[in-house]
């Protein structure tokens, strides 16, 4: 079974500073996984997607997220944070189920940047 | 229109009572989501429609949660008698269709959720 774990429930970073989340996945077969983010009042919105193709993932925004099967990793990274990128992020797992893909989320980890 | 709406964006009921929520995915989406959020977690899958009937269900917490979805537009998500737990943040998505098929690979597109309070 599809499974995600953010390993930090709060991160942390001062503006200007890298960020990294977290996030571990357990699969099958080789997963789709992606990256959402939820600002406050808003909806979700996709930062970026991995589907086997290369294993380092850019995204919007500047985020990139990099699979390492061996470690089954896909943590979210990004070189130097904006204040308007304080969010909650979802790391995703997608499996196709009866026919459907099937997003399977994390808990989430919720990014505070500090000027 | 140019995203998924879902209306209203906030609801304050009492125990015990019927409510309904709304969600209009983008026009030519077939495939429809259903997920609650409850404060301080991620997204729990409720049910999926393609068209309008739904496959999938299996999400649905009680007997007391319904949906139903006319042709490949809207869809009502009905909780009967609330509860203090059902209070949360409901969110709807839609999806394009490959044809011949499903790909892992669409995209669930977001509205901005409907926060349910239950006193």
């Known amino acids: 079974a599809q499974s995600v774990t953010q390993l930090d429930s709060h991160v942390s970073v001062s503006e200007g500073t890298p960020v990294l989340l977290r996030c571990n996945y357990s699969?099958?077969?080789?997963?789709?996984l992606f990256w959402y983010v939820q600002h406050p009042n808003k909806g979700l919105q996709l930062l970026l997607k991995?589907?086997?193709?290369?294993?380092l993932v850019k995204g919007i925004n500047g985020f990139e997220a990099e699979f390492k099967k061996s470690e089954t990793s896909f943590h979210l990274t990004k070189p130097s944070a904006h204040m308007s990128d304080a969010a909650e992020y979802f790391c995703?797992?997608?499996?196709?189920?009866?026919?459907?893909?099937?997003?399977?989320f994390g808990a989430g980890t919720r990014l505070a940047v500090h000027p | 229109g140019a995203g998924v709406s879902q209306s209203p964006s906030n609801k304050v009921t009492e125990k015990g009572k019927d409510v309904e929520l709304r969600c209009d995915p983008i026009?030519?989406?077939?495939?429809l989501y259903w997920y609650r959020q409850r404060l301080g977690q991620g997204l729990e899958f409720l049910i999926y429609?393609?068209?309008?009937?739904?496959?999938?269900k299996s999400g649905l917490p009680s007997d007391r949660f319904s949906a139903e979805r006319t042709g490949e537009s809207v869809s009502t998500l009905t909780i009967q008698r609330t509860q203090q737990e059902d209070s949360a943040v409901y969110l709807c998505?839609?999806?394009?269709?490959?044809?011949?098929?499903?790909?892992?690979?669409?995209?669930?597109?977001f509205g901005p959720g409907t926060r349910l309070t239950v006193l």
């Open positions: 998505a839609s999806s394009f269709t490959t044809s011949g098929g499903f790909s892992s690979y669409n995209e669930q597109f």
């Open positions: 699969s099958s077969y080789s997963p789709s």
């Open positions: 991995y589907t086997s193709a290369a294993t």
């Open positions: 995703v797992v997608s499996r196709v189920s009866g026919g459907y893909n099937k997003l399977i």
């Open positions: 026009s030519g989406h077939t495939a």
């Open positions: 429609f393609q068209g309008n009937s739904a496959p999938d």
